[in-house]
């Protein structure tokens, strides 16, 4: 059974730091992209950061500069810190592991997401 664990949410306040972890099972890891994904009230679920089997990464414009994705391929974790947080960080937190098959399918999974909110 394939599960992602979020972890790491909560009320942050402006300016401060959020990290969050997600714990996987049941895939080999290794073999997976991971991201974190976010949806905010009233938004569509958008991209904040990804990275690939070889740790290349890639990151929202909005969070360039602030957030930092990295895998831990023995823990089989991926994690993101958001630095200077904003209240308009504020979202659901998602993480997402893609496996891309021989023949080019995709086979993604998510986790159930974690709150962040931002606010004084």
């Known amino acids: 059974q394939v599960q992602l664990v979020e972890s790491g949410g909560g009320l942050v306040q402006p300016g401060g730091s959020v990290n969050l972890s997600c714990t996987t099972s049941g895939i080999i890891f290794r073999l997976y992209t991971m991201g974190w994904y976010r949806r905010a009230p009233g938004k569509e679920r958008e991209l904040v950061a990804s990275?690939?089997?070889?740790?290349?990464?890639n990151y929202a414009d909005s969070v360039k500069g602030r957030a930092t994705i990295s895998r831990d391929n023995a823990k089989d974790t991926v994690a993101l810190q958001m630095n200077t947080v904003k209240p308009e960080d504020t979202a659901v937190y998602y993480c997402?592991?893609?496996?891309?098959?021989?023949?080019?399918?995709?086979?993604?999974?998510w986790g159930q997401g974690t709150q962040v909110t931002v606010s004084s």
């Open positions: 997402n592991g893609v496996f891309r098959a021989a023949n080019g399918r995709d086979y993604p999974y």
């Open positions: 990275i690939t089997t070889g740790g290349s990464t």
